[in-house]
């Protein structure tokens, strides 16, 4: 079946502007992950969903990221007032259930570049 | 989650074994081993886990030494498609976090 998809794949936007990201999972996946990777660096967690709730958002960085699963299905990563330092690639993963047995299969990512 | 110790490159030749090793001496005994990989502007990717015993599957084994503080990946016929950064993370079976922890891997080259 499809796999992850996450919709832009570039995004370029100016400084002081707010971006929305979508990830789409793997159909019936309950879990849903968002990480964020710098260049050079592995991917570094920010916020995870069980179903429509935010399980653990432990990683965002500040205020300016929100993540939303309304339905349970897709997810938005919202980052407002964007800074040079948000660059990166954001990537999305599913799972089936939430848990250490569970293998997170992950979307080609956003390239999010800020001028 | 336990961390992990891995080399920062490898070389390989083309067709030959890889062999990438990991160190996770702090694992406790409700910890899998997992291994991702990333290839170039791709998102990770699923490799194989294991928990005490050996694994393999189409992809690669995994081979975890009987104390199990440390285990070997090895993609037993390495082509150029295998150029990759490889990442070993334990986890735990239930409880802890539900994230991965990624650290900075070992880049694997495959040399034609």
């Known amino acids: 079946g499809a796999g992850v998809s996450q919709t832009p794949s570039n995004k370029v936007t100016e400084k002081g502007k707010y971006v929305e990201l979508r990830c789409d999972p793997i159909s019936g996946h309950t879990a849903l992950y968002w990480y964020r990777q710098s260049l050079g660096q592995g991917p570094e967690f920010l916020i995870y969903f069980q179903g429509t709730g935010a399980a653990d958002d432990s990683g965002l960085p500040n205020d300016r990221f929100f993540a939303v699963r309304p339905e349970g299905s897709v997810s938005t990563l919202k980052i407002q007032r964007t800074e040079r330092g948000d660059s990166a690639v954001y990537l999305c993963?599913?799972?089936?259930?939430?848990?250490?047995?569970?293998?997170?299969?992950f979307g080609p990512g956003t390239r999010l570049l800020v001028l | 989650d336990a961390k992990t110790t891995q080399p920062t490159s490898m070389d390989c030749a083309e067709g030959r074994a890889a062999n990438l090793p990991c160190n996770h001496s702090?694992?406790?005994?409700?910890?899998?081993v997992y291994w991702y990989r990333q290839i170039h502007s791709q998102g990770p990717q699923y490799i194989i886990h294991?928990?005490?015993n050996n694994e393999t599957n189409e992809m690669a084994s995994l081979i975890i030494t009987e104390d199990r503080k440390s285990s070997t990946l090895i993609l037993p016929h390495a082509t150029l498609r295998d150029t990759a950064v490889y990442y070993c993370?334990?986890?735990?079976?239930?409880?802890?976090?539900?994230?991965?922890?990624f650290g900075t891997g070992t880049r694997l080259t495959v040399i034609p």
């Open positions: 294991g928990l005490k």
């Open positions: 993370i334990v986890r735990r079976r239930v409880g802890g976090a539900n994230n991965l922890f």
């Open positions: 702090t694992i406790s005994g409700n910890e899998y």
């Open positions: 993963a599913s799972s089936r259930l939430a848990g250490g047995q569970e293998t997170q299969y």
